[in-house]
């Protein structure tokens, strides 16, 4: 299978792709990254992924010299490259090359990876007929998860840990015991036939799967409140699920060992799921 990556303007097979040992993005996670999911051959949420990389980079003042068409094309070529009928795009920006200093030089040139592979979804697919178990932890991370930067540490460990003790994912608990999100994914609950899920804020990412699950929940009639909600709510609720571009919509079944809806997938997720994945 050819595994072709575009690294600062060339293609070339990911084998002998290399980056600077002074990049920022390595030395300090001084980078944003973004992630589309590729479905027969098309990017899910396309517009939304580019506005929050243009947020994020904004956000934290690295030179955006990239333009949405030449990304485009360059997402086109790689697809076509790597043969991916279904799977994923990542695309990382760093803020540039120097010397390590924590203080930046604003006229940096930024350093772009952008690698596409084939993913096969049946699997994801398989378990989402099941449903995951999760657990929760303390949310340990720094106060501007709003922003899709690199440093992604407490997410990983999280899942890790949350791997070693056989669940199958993490979801992060602020100080008043509410749920912020999950190590890579929206937390939603349902109660009573109403959605929940919590609002936008510095302590969660706007998922772009979110955005587009909200959208479809208003063109179904459902009901939908944007609140945060306790632990409490999460084990006492009808339904819970996550969204993102590498789940889409995929069900709860279990916290801490505790069963949600007697352990069965619910029938608002599995709807939101079935009608996602058909736009
Ligand atoms: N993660 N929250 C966090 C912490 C995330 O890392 C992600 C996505 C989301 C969902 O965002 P979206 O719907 O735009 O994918 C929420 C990606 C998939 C990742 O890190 O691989």
Not at 73 to 99: C, D, H, M, W
Not at 102 to 127: C, G, M, W, Y
Not at 193 to 200: A, D, E, F
Not at 246 to 259: H, L
Request: hydrophobic share 40%.
């Amino acid at each position: 299978m050819p595994n072709i990556a575009y690294v600062n303007g060339e293609f070339i097979p990911t084998e002998y792709a290399s980056i600077s040992i002074n990049d920022r993005g390595l030395q300090f996670g001084d980078a944003i990254y973004e992630v589309w999911a590729v479905i027969n051959g098309k990017l899910l949420d396309e517009e939304g992924h580019f506005t929050r990389l243009n947020r994020s980079m904004n956000e934290l003042a690295i030179n955006n010299i990239f333009n949405k068409a030449s990304l485009k094309i360059i997402f086109r070529e790689l697809i076509a490259r790597n043969r991916v009928k279904n799977g994923i795009i990542y695309l990382q920006i760093s803020r540039g090359t120097a010397p390590r200093d924590h203080a930046f030089a604003n006229d940096l040139v930024p350093n772009i990876i952008i690698t596409a592979r084939p993913k096969n979804f049946s699997q994801l697919e398989a378990k989402a007929q099941k449903g995951f178990h999760i657990k929760t932890t303390k949310d340990n991370r720094w106060g501007r998860v709003d922003i899709k930067t690199t440093n992604l540490l407490p997410n990983v460990l999280a899942k890790q840990n949350a791997l070693d003790n056989n669940f199958d994912d993490v979801w992060f608990v602020d100080d008043n015991n509410f749920i912020t999100e999950g190590s890579a994914q929206n937390a939603w609950i349902v109660k009573d036939k109403t959605i929940i899920t919590r609002p936008l804020s510095n302590e969660i990412l706007a998922g772009i799967t979110r955005q587009s699950v909200l959208k479809l929940i208003q063109s179904l009639n459902l009901k939908i409140v944007e609140r945060a909600f306790s632990i409490d709510e999460l084990y006492n609720c009808d339904e819970a699920f996550v969204t993102s571009a590498t789940s889409f919509v995929t069900p709860i079944i279990k916290v801490n060992g505790n069963n949600i809806n007697d352990g069965k997938v619910g029938e608002v997720v599995k709807m939101l799921r079935k009608e996602y994945l058909s736009v």
